[in-house]
T-cell receptor, first 109, second 115 residues
């Protein structure tokens, strides 16, 4: 069973607009979440994380929001840039990482 | 470059052969993880080490798979009697022990193709 779910396999956004990537989880014991970005033929690159004691964490153009009651987190990228085009994975940390299936983001001019 | 490195980057083998992959973590990281990723899926956990001790193995890790980290530095992942279903990207990651940092840093991966 999939404990971390990314229900949108793809997202297309115009350059300069906001990209919102969503992630749901089932295990209420998860207490730390991470977002990774992956380009083809490369390993995932860490982007941003959030602890369950917070509901928001911001780093430059990237903001992660956590709604514990809904077991939902989202990654906002604003403004979106063509270089953001990649696959984005959310993950829950349980020492090991439990990943979602990813969302492919395409940012077009 | 002080990131995680993996060798080889690509491996093509015939069914039934044995293969071995190597991972060199970031030098000060005491935890080392192996994941496997297939097309359309996120990385799936296989096993991890803290220093030289193997602390957890996934049910995905059949008895054909073995991993070692003999001196607490680099690690090897061996697959014996490879099957076509073993074709995947094998990813290595390293981190400091939990409680200090959760972030894992990934290598570029080894892409295995079993013919």
């Amino acid at each position: 069973d999939q404990q971390v779910k990314q229900n949108s396999p793809s997202l297309s956004v115009q350059e300069g607009r906001i990209s919102i990537l969503n992630c749901d989880y089932t295990n209420s014991m998860f207490d730390y979440f991470l977002w990774y970005k992956k380009y083809p033929a490369e390993g995932p690159t860490f982007l941003i994380s959030i602890s369950s004691i917070k509901d928001k964490n911001e780093d430059g153009r990237f903001t992660v929001f956590l709604n514990k009651s809904a077991k939902h987190l989202s990654l906002h990228i604003v403004p979106s840039q063509p270089g953001d085009s990649a696959v984005y994975f959310c993950a829950a940390s349980e020492d090991k990482l439990i990943f979602g299936t990813g969302t492919r983001l395409q940012v077009f001019p | 470059d002080t990131g995680v490195s993996q060798d080889p980057r690509h491996k093509i083998t015939k069914r039934g052969q044995n293969v071995t992959f190597r991972c060199d973590p970031i030098s000060e990281h005491n935890r080392l993880y192996w994941y496997r990723q297939t097309l359309g899926q996120g990385p799936e956990f296989l096993t991890y080490f803290q220093n030289e001790a193997q602390l957890e193995k996934s049910r995905l890790l059949s008895d054909r798979f073995s991993a070692e980290r003999p001196k607490g530095s680099f690690s090897t992942l061996e697959i014996q009697r490879t099957e076509q279903g073993d074709s995947a990207m094998y990813l290595c990651a390293s981190s400091l022990a939990r409680g200090l940092a959760h972030e894992q840093f990934f290598g570029p991966g080894t892409r295995l193709t079993v013919l």
